[in-house]
């Protein structure tokens, strides 16, 4: 009698250990049928698809590789259509922001030869067209920088830095201006040490582009710069009492060109913002402006301790 | 592979005799973001939870992906990740522990996939913090991270800012445009903010108790809309010399040899051209365009405007 | 759906209201402890000790309510914070969602009479008068794991309802009278509420002094009334939780 007793028992378990089995069989089938599904998918040219699998299926490497692969293909992919957006707008841009002085420009000239103008009048019209011609060298220069970054040509070293001392270095070469354009200047950078991870020259572009576009744009009389810093950030913040700038425009402002209408003059030529932006970007850092209840406007940079 | 990643036909919503939502077509096509633009109430929620399946259509059709996702949920739902109003998690787990449990529940496409959605949104990894205690802008962080986890195709996004302070609104903001830039992906986005929607947005559609008003690209809204005088004449340089010269202006660009915009409305037209004239430029034509965005929607959505 | 379980008990961190209810296994072991001690006498037979400590009110009331509580607790966060809408979209099958939180309450069940059946024996022990002899220990746990397992799917209906309500007071208010009422309903007719239904299945050998034996035991019939009760509260359940969005 005893042994039927054994025999039902290995019966019973070896049966559980077949419905096992068939379960986990059932469920390796169901996802490579999903694996196929999605490959189809991304053979057709859908990158983004995704193979979703549990922590402890067999098949959780292959899925990852699979998923690994198609991202970096879709990065590829991208990152070949942003440099040829870049060089479409780097055209329009050519065609826009360049046309425009250099019409006028063609305007003052021919004005000049054809002896619409004389004497004083024509030195006048020449000195304008030579400001023209300098200021639009000005721009082409700035406009092939920013392109350079727009498609991340640019090479950026990161490197240890203190940034309280570092800008500290900055602002000592500010002084002189802001006396000469009548700006009050407070500066309120701790004397410890910060050290963050930041390309030297990338970070004097960004203060010196903050700085110059309070400078021209703010017609304020009074420019504050604070460094802060919390567990994981630093905040750069540059503020001033000027006239602020309307709710409409401030989601704007660090679009490429863009310029509020009535600052659509020639001493700007938004791209400063725009730069600025971008190099914060590769820093892993953001970039925001807002007005301040007392009038004039702060733009605070936000950047990682760790990157 | 159709065009459009969702497309509705006649979807229509009934509750209690009040049509909800109006025989809607929308298009949100593939890799592009899709602004839907209306009042509270009307009706956007409603049209995603319809998308989502997440309530019943009272008529019309959506197909998902070129399909109908109904008996399709479990290959169509781990392609979409969404926030719908605002995502609720248990208050007695971390921000980390709910996000693990939604790794579990549907799979994950990469390691450290709940750390990766974290660091996205910009919320800590294995913090102690309960989601109890979040404030409302985190849990709409957290939110966003469920919807991201698990690198979803789709995107679709109630109201993502809801809640948020401006500089977060600028960060959520940021991350969905490089969503959809830097990784391809496809989001569609509701919003009672104009500003929201024409800086995120490629395409958009304005929805107003219930009924689609219109559909197009934000490119050619922008294109239609603006406040600016376009100019006809038959030499560029020519025009610009005068407006500059006599009306000190300098707000325009010049579009091509024979076509200036210009910023500027003030100006009295019937001057400039009889001014142009006698500079022996003739003009062909003068359009004013006096619409802005804001403008634009106030008339459409008859008067009230938006936000 | 094992998928499932597990974090339904992820979910239950910090919750340490569920494990102090636990704790409420020690009661009926402990009061008849005192029982016996000042007022009555066991008579050296540990059966008349366990009925009291293990098959009595913790069968009709203390179980029912504590699982009727855990049941709406279960239930109580995706339903309070809005978050079925997230699980339907993962995609969760409603009925799976339904059953890896009857499967807590299962477990949890046959614990908290594992915890009485060990508190029976050890507050036995205290007594000093009752041998202790491996028999009645494991008629002991036998008894405890079978009220545990049944009692989880008589109180089936409490989880539909939980499903459909929001708040605690509702679905805890009827509980209690759930409760009330299968320990009244068993001088009626035994048959018509699951919990009275689970008594007679408990006691079908007549080896548990007390219970009540005035009707004729069907074990048939009280499996039958368990499940139709069952299967009324699963649709319930589906149908409740079909409209939540």
């Known amino acids: 009698m005893e042994w039927i007793y054994i025999l039902l028992m290995a019966l019973a378990s070896s049966l559980m250990v077949i419905i096992y089995l068939v379960t986990k069989l059932y469920k390796v089938s169901e ?121 991340k040509e640019q090479v950026f070293k990161l490197e240890e830095q203190d940034i309280n001392e570092f800008t500290r270095d900055i602002l000592v070469n500010w002084i002189p201006t802001f006396e000469e354009e009548h700006f009050e200047y407070k500066i309120d950078i701790s004397d410890k040490e910060c050290f963050i991870r930041l390309d030297p020259n990338a970070y004097i572009r960004i203060v010196n582009n903050l700085i110059q576009n309070v400078i021209a744009h703010s017609e304020g009389t009074r420019i504050d710069l604070q460094i802060s810093e919390n567990e994981q950030n630093v905040m750069v913040q540059v503020s001033d009492n000027g006239k602020g700038i309307s709710p409409n425009d401030l989601p704007h402002i660090f679009d490429r060109l863009y310029q509020s209408d009535e600052s659509r003059s020639t001493n700007g030529n938004g791209l400063g913002l725009a730069i600025a932006r971008e190099l914060v970007h590769l820093h892993k850092g953001t970039i925001h402006a807002q007005n301040s209840l007392y009038g004039g406007t702060a733009f605070i940079v936000k950047l990682p301790k760790v990157l | ?190 919003s009672h903010i104009l500003t929201e929607i024409s800086l995120l947005a490629d395409d958009i559609g304005i929805i107003d108790n219930g009924i689609l008003l219109e559909e197009n690209s934000m490119e050619e809204l922008k294109r239609k809309n603006g406040k600016y005088i376009l100019l006809q004449v038959s030499d560029a340089a020519k025009a610009s010399l005068i407006l500059e010269r006599q009306f000190g202006l300098k707000s325009y660009s010049v579009k091509d040899d024979h076509t200036l915009q210009i910023y500027n409305n003030s100006l009295d037209m019937a001057s400039v051209n009889k001014a142009l004239i006698l500079g022996d430029v003739s003009v062909i034509s003068s359009q004013l365009c006096n619409d802005t965005l804001e403008d634009y929607f106030r008339k459409i959505t008859g008067g009230d405007g938006i936000a | 759906m094992l998928k499932l379980i597990q974090i339904e008990f992820l979910k239950l961190r910090r919750r340490t209201f569920v494990w102090i209810m636990m704790f409420s296994a020690l009661i009926m072991p402990f009061l008849a402890y005192l029982l016996f001690k000042y007022a009555w006498d066991t008579g050296g037979d540990p059966v008349q000790f366990y009925k009291w400590s293990a098959f009595g009110l913790t069968l009709f009331i203390v179980l029912p309510v504590v699982l009727g509580i855990l049941s709406t607790m279960l239930m109580y966060n995706e339903n309070q914070y809005d978050m079925l809408k997230q699980l339907w979209i993962v995609p969760v099958s409603k009925m799976r969602y339904f059953f890896s939180k009857f499967f807590v309450v299962l477990i949890y069940s046959v614990c908290f009479m594992l915890v009485t059946a060990v508190g029976s024996v050890i507050f036995s022990i205290l007594l000093g008068d009752i041998a202790f002899d491996w028999q009645n220990v494991l008629f002991l746990i036998r008894k405890c794991l079978e009220i545990g397992v049944i009692t989880a799917f008589a109180m089936l209906p409490i989880l539909a309802i939980a499903t459909t309500q929001n708040g605690y007071i509702l679905p805890v208010a009827i509980t209690l009278i759930y409760a009330f009422l299968g320990s009244i309903i068993v001088s009626i007719n035994m048959y018509i509420h699951p919990l009275s239904s689970m008594a007679v299945i408990v006691a079908r050998n007549g080896d548990i002094p007390g219970l009540n034996n005035t009707q004729v035991i069907s074990i048939p019939l009280a499996f039958l009334s368990i499940f139709i009760w069952g299967i009324v509260s699963v649709l319930l359940a589906n149908v409740a939780l079909a409209r939540r969005k």
């Open chain 1, 31 to 151: 996802q490579l049928s999903i694996i196929e599904d999605s490959l189809v998918d991304i053979k057709k040219g859908n990158w983004n698809r995704r193979v979703l699998v549990n922590e402890n299926d067999i098949t959780k490497t292959i899925c990852y590789s699979i998923n690994d692969i198609a991202m970096k293909s879709q990065t590829q992919l991208i990152q070949l259509k942003q440099s040829e957006q870049a060089y479409k707008r780097l055209m329009t841009s050519l065609s826009h922001d360049v046309r425009t002085p250099l019409t006028s420009l063609v305007g003052y000239l021919e004005a000049v030869q054809k002896k619409f103008v004389t004497g004083k009048e024509k030195e006048e019209y020449l000195e304008i067209a030579l400001n023209k011609a300098h200021h639009l060298k000005g721009f082409v220069e700035v406009l092939f920088d920013w392109v350079k970054l727009d498609a």
């Open chain 2, 1 to 190: 592979m159709t065009k459009y990643t969702i497309e509705t036909k006649q979807l229509t919503k009934i509750y209690k005799d009040q049509k909800a939502v109006n025989n809607v077509n929308i298009h949100v096509k593939k890799g592009r973001i899709y602004g839907l633009l209306g009042r509270n109430g009307a009706g956007k929620t409603t049209i995603m939870k319809m998308i989502l399946g997440l309530t019943s259509t009272s008529s019309g059709e959506v197909d998902v992906f070129g399909k109908n996702i109904k008996g399709r949920e479990k290959q169509v739902y781990p392609r979409i990740g969404a926030i719908i109003e605002t995502p609720g998690f248990y208050p007695n787990l971390t921000g980390t522990e709910n996000l693990n449990i939604f790794a579990k529940l549907r799979g994950t496409s990469a390691p450290n996939a709940v750390k990766n959605a974290l660091e996205i949104v910009g919320l800590p990894y294995k913090d102690k913090k309960l989601f109890g205690e979040y404030s409302l802008g985190m849990k709409q962080r957290l939110g966003i991270a469920n919807a991201i986890l698990h690198d979803p195709e789709l995107l679709i996004l109630d109201e993502p800012t809801n809640g948020l302070d401006p500089i977060g609104i600028a960060e959520v903001r940021d991350f969905i445009k490089k969503l959809s830039v830097e990784r391809g992906k496809t989001i569609l986005i509701s």
